[in-house]
């Protein structure tokens, strides 16, 4: 009887073994493919954008291969519930500007993105096109940005990151955002879009700003109002009676 009962827990024992064996491998093999695939977007980034948010799209051309590999990756590892909220929208923000640029050098040359599409927003535009498969979901770059992001996380700094390919647009952050940098890397691009004069002319009196505060003013309640944002990004320590006005939106593509 013990020597059954022994033979018993041996075996019972090897398998949990083998099993707790698969699970570590498998954690330490998505932990590995996770990072060499978004350190591909960070090389594809660092090699075709210039640090003043400059895109080479004839060389994202070139390097297509490497682009579709990491597009085939966010296709196929999409978001979880396990996933921490950073790594889910770090990876959605990478995920919009990965696309975008996918989206951009199918159609090039082009004169702005908006020619790609239709004219009637979140109908038939070039945000509304469905090109991307996440998790066999069918997505457009709309999808992404206002049911993936603005929907999930009350986080207005997403508007400095995520990059719709035009010259009004916040710069192309020239590396992957990632879970443990998120914060940092978020900050960054809020203090380069509002220190960058042709997107956002700050002055004491005067504040000339993008109209990415004016489409998502509601966004930024979350942080005080626009204002308050603007006290904590930019530059220059403007007036509380400072007029605020937009300027105009080029749509010209960010090459």
């Known amino acids: 009887y013990y020597l059954s009962l022994l033979c018993s827990y041996i075996l019972i024992m090897n398998r949990m073994n083998k099993y707790f064996l698969i699970i570590f ?32 799209y004839k060389g994202f051309i070139k390097d297509s291969f490497e682009l579709n590999k990491y ?16 790594r889910t929208m770090a990876y ?6 990965a696309y975008t640029i996918k989206l951009v050098i199918q159609n090039y040359p082009v004169k702005s993105i908006k020619e790609i599409g239709g004219k009637f927003p979140f109908v038939n535009s070039s945000w509304d096109i469905k090109f991307i498969t996440i998790n066999h979901e069918k997505l457009d770059l709309n999808n992404i940005e206002h049911t993936k992001l603005r929907k999930h996380f009350s986080d ?3 508007h400095m990151a995520i990059v719709c390919a035009s010259r009004s647009c916040p710069i192309l952050l020239n590396e992957a955002f990632s879970e443990d940098q998120l914060d940092a890397q978020l900050d960054l691009q809020c203090r380069k879009f509002l220190s960058d004069s042709f997107r956002n002319d700050v002055g004491i009196d005067k504040l000339k700003i993008s109209m990415i505060f004016k489409w998502y003013r509601s966004d930024f309640k979350e942080v ?5 944002f ?3 990004y930019s530059p220059v320590a403007f007036s ?11 749509w010209n593509l960010n090459e």
């Open 25 to 56: 491998l498998t954690l330490v093999q998505t932990y590995s493919f996770s990072q060499a695939d978004h350190q591909i977007w960070t090389e594809l980034l660092r090699k075709h954008v210039s640090n003043n948010g400059h895109v080479d």
């Open 71 to 86: 597009l085939n990756y966010l296709s196929e590892n999409g978001p979880i519930q396990t996933w921490s909220s950073k």
């Open 92 to 97: 959605w923000i990478n995920a919009y500007n």
């Open 230 to 232: 603007l006290k904590k």
């Open 240 to 250: 509380d009676k400072a007029k605020i006005s937009y300027l105009e939106y080029d």
């Open 156 to 158: 207005p700094r997403i």
């Open 224 to 228: 005080g109002g626009v204002r308050a």
